[in-house]
């Protein structure tokens, strides 16, 4: 078969030398920095607000017009035009100045590049750069990016920072393809312990994804919903953190985690249009041990096969959502999985999306529980 190919692409190559006229029309070499979002679903968060990203489909128009009020900014005037192009995502600064505070910040997620046609794996990104028409700006040149993400401040970590009228911020994304038939190394932490920031509490998406239990209805197509069932070690470990924070400041006499529940689509990721699905649901630890119950957070059958949800978390002391986690900041505060039950005529599989790309994927028996 190799051989057959190889004696194939000299046959191709040979011709092509042969006809000057057609040798510029062979296919060129695959190049992977040539991949685009256009098409593709991104999401838009504005520092860490609880409702969640907006998404948007790239086009060759402005994605986000007029934005503010879209993203959760205060007051109702528009503040940024954000244009998602092929390759780079634009922040222009509209109409009066106003005043961001510390650490603002703009996080892009969901982004999955279209390798070229012909190009073997996974487009993803690989590298940024950032430019800025502000003068004395140095902070946008923090922005970070993950393979499927970038974050960029534009606001000091220490004070805040005026935006003017044509202002703008421009992130070029640099792209990569990772081949399916490469081997991944494998991780040294599986996906159901991996570690926890230390600089967070001992709650974070993987968490979050075991505590959550299938719970089904009946027939294999029918809905189900997701039941709160935190294990032993996880209540140990969130009232040991518990114990420590109330050793180290008395006041501190609780932790609660609420969650909420958003309805995506059917597509590849999760995306638009996203809705709340139900109330809001917490769970409480109290000192010096008390843990919540298992519960069914989510109504019975309020979710549908084939269809993305996301779970997002705000973990908070003493129930203050606004002060989030003070000594750490909203990285600790804020996590989320997506997750979709895929239908078979003879299996039903519970797939988990991670905020990093990663996804798990459980067979669900025919006694309702996640293998």
Known sequence: MLRSRFATAVATLCLALATASNALAQVPPCDCSRSSLMGTTVGTLLNSNFSGPVYKTVTTGVELPAAGPTLGAAGPAPRWNIDFAANSVRIDFLQQPATYGATSKFTFSSLAPVAPRGCPGRAYVSGISVVTNKANAPYVQNATFTANSVVVPFAPTANGVDWY??????????????????????????????????????????????????????????????????????????????????????????????????????GSVFGPPATQVGTNQSATWIWPSTFPAPNLFFASNAMIPNMWYRIQTQISLNGNLNGHFTYFGDKCAFNYVDVRIQVSPSARVLQTRFPDGRTLERRINVTNRAE
């Open 165 to 266: 009228p044509g202002e703008y911020i421009i992130v070029t994304l640099k792209f990569a393809c990772k081949s399916d038939a490469t081997p991944t190394p494998a991780p040294t932490v599986s996906p159901t312990t991996a570690p926890f920031d230390p600089c967070c509490p001992p709650w974070n998406s993987t968490a979050l994804q075991n505590s959550m239990v299938y719970q089904g209805s009946g027939p294999i197509s029918g809905p189900y919903t997701l039941k709160f069932q935190p294990s032993a070690a996880t209540n140990s470990q969130i009232l040991a953190y518990l114990n420590y924070l109330h050793a180290i400041n008395p006041a501190i006499t609780s932790i609660n985690i609420q969650f909420q529940l958003w309805s995506g689509n059917n």
